[in-house]
């Protein structure tokens, strides 16, 4: 395998088994902006963020809070410009980061960088080739071994998920059968008493 073709499978393994990107959100006193990602477990993220001063008559600061899918607060900070947070998953499920700001004038909106990595892409690739003193196309292969352990363990939590939801599916299905069938026994029970009572009536009246 040549360099170029190992350089482009990592890239490609990277793209698909770790999330890097910097996103701006505009922040008002109106509104808190959130961000979620569905993640499993033992995944190391990171994220940086600060305001990218404009012209405001006042310094503005942010408050952030960080949530893991059973709502334990993994990172809070209040009024700052900037700041990071770094954690690994304890479990899987969706991840949130809220921002919001509480000293804006009406009107007024900041803008906020947020750097957000996820799995492989938040791993320190350079300390790794220093302390493995490694380069070029061994580093490369480094980055697709991590890769590739990556997508199996992603394949194994889509294998897990899938059985999940269909012992659920199958479980709903058996229910709506179960109440399908009581419903149709309850109807068939009302019209025979139903007939039974008019046949009653009838006779009563001597119209039968």
């Not at 310094?59 to 809070?65: A, D, E, G, I």
């Not at 008493?193 to 008019?198: A, K």
């Amino acid at each position: 395998m040549g360099r170029g073709a190992v350089a482009a499978a990592a890239l490609t393994l990277w793209w698909l088994t770790g999330r890097a990107g910097a996103v701006w959100l505009e922040l008002s006193t109106t509104a808190t902006k959130c961000l979620s990602e569905e993640i499993q477990s033992n995944v190391v993220v990171m994220a940086d963020y600060s305001i990218l001063f404009e012209e405001h008559p006042v310094r503005p600061t942010v408050f952030v809070k960080v949530t893991s899918p059973y709502g334990d607060v993994l990172h809070l900070a209040e009024k700052v410009t900037y700041g990071q947070f770094a954690f690994t998953t304890a479990e899987s499920g969706v991840y949130v980061a809220c921002f919001w700001a509480e000293t804006l004038d009406r009107g007024m909106v900041i803008n906020l960088n947020l750097d957000w990595r996820v799995g492989i892409a938040a791993k320190d690739w350079d300390t790794v080739a220093k302390k493995e003193k490694i380069d070029g196309v061994s580093l490369e292969l480094v980055k697709l071994e991590a890769a590739a352990r990556a997508i199996h363990g992603n394949l194994l939590y889509l294998i897990v998920k899938e059985a999940g939801m269909r012992d659920l599916s199958e479980w709903t299905q058996v229910k709506i059968t179960w109440l399908s069938l009581m419903s149709l026994a309850v109807c068939i029970a009302v019209s025979v008493l139903q007939v039974w009572h008019l046949k009653r009536f009838f006779q009563k009246k001597k119209l039968i």
